[in-house]
């Protein structure tokens, strides 16, 4: 028995379809695809279509200049008839504990200013020390695990009241979320999207101001506390090189203060 076989699961989408479906959502035709994945036009038409099996090094070749991410490799590769490359582990996984230690030195090594670690659906991984002083006043409900932070950020019950600049700030969600949506395909970030589109919104807050009216040099997250207003700028960190499903969907969200009062108001609040 071949033991890098598997068999693919019932009703799965069959390979090509898979492969046209990743195709047509990076906006590349057969020719420019076949190009890059150096094979003929006529051969990729051939297993878009059923009538040729890929081998398992070209549905690799080609998921690699499709850029799929990991998770949906591995459904290529069943698709087509072969195990699964890359494994998923839980991030406790003794394997992972490198990992593990590098997200929550970057978390705690960021303080007194706030970060956290989500997966690939926005759900709290973990966070540090800062993150529960911003959040007094949300619905209890909206803490109870998994944690999701986009639900956390733009539900009325949530922070949403006291983001000052909740128009900007939802129209800069939803474009990273629509960003992520186009490069994964996740099904579950669609309904996600949906979901918080569905959420009431002030009306003064519905149009957000034009990106060239924003002032400085990143959209702003500016937050009421009891502080008073705190002004943040993000950057996302994600593993460079991962060969593991779980560290490829992780991602650490650092915030930084935009101004000088809120560098103050944070030092304060940790010394308090």
Known sequence: MDLSVAPPAANAPPFGKRLRQWRLRRRLSQLELASEAEISTRHLSFVETGRSAPSREMVLRLAERLEVPLRERNALLVAAGYAPMYRERPLDDPALAAARAA????????????????????????????????????????????????????????????????GQWRHHLFERLRQQVQASGDPVLEALERELRGYPVPPEQEAPRLAGEVPGIAMPLQLRTEAGVLSFISTVTVFGTPIDVTLQELAVETFFPADEATRQALHALARS
């Open 103 to 166: 997200v929550q030195s970057i978390l705690r090594g960021h303080e007194p200013y706030p970060a956290l670690a989500v997966d690939r659906h926005w759900n709290l991984v973990a966070g540090n020390g800062t993150l529960p002083r911003l959040l007094a006043g949300v619905a209890p409900a909206l803490l109870l695990p998994p944690v999701n932070v986009l639900h956390l950020s733009l539900h009325p019950q949530g922070l949403a009241p006291r983001i000052v600049n909740l």
